[in-house]
Nanobody
Framework: QVQLVESGGGLVQAGGSLRLSCAASGRTFSIYYGMGWFRQAPGEEREFVARISWMSINTDYADSVKGRFTISKDNAKNTLYLQMNSLKPEDTAIYYC?????????????????WGQGTQVTVSS
């Protein structure tokens, strides 16, 4: 089993920054896993935000966050990060960390095997 625990969410004004963290653990977790961030706003489907390959060589971002968000991971700490700058009210959502046994998992939710419980991010205007 794999456990993913997100932290770092909160309330921030538009233009502000937040850094989300996701601590991974479990007997079957491997640094070879691909990892990603997704988000879900009220009444909306869960959508892709960013992903990173196990060696941090490849990253992808949703067009809506490109240039503002940065995904990174520390394999020594089994921790995934999402640095979010220039936040906008439309970034308000629950943010979920996800892990995939495919080291190069991409943007689809179905590509990910494990999910965290989510952390709320609220951006006020």
């Amino acid at each position: 089993q794999v456990q993913l625990v997100e932290s770092g969410g909160g309330l921030v004004q538009a233009g502000g920054s937040l850094r989300l963290s996701c601590a991974a653990s479990g007997r079957t977790f491997s640094i070879y896993y691909g990892m990603g961030w997704f988000r879900q706003a009220p009444g909306e489907e869960r959508e892709f935000v960013a992903r990173i390959s196990w060696m941090s060589i490849n990253t992808d971002y949703a067009d809506s966050v490109k240039g503002r968000f940065t995904i990174s991971k520390d394999n020594a700490k089994n921790t995934l990060y999402l640095q979010m700058n220039s936040l906008k009210p439309e970034d308000t959502a629950i943010y979920y960390c996800a892990a995939s046994s495919n080291p190069n998992a991409r943007t689809m939710t179905s590509a990910y095997d494990y999910w965290g419980q989510g952390t709320q991010v609220t951006v006020s205007s």
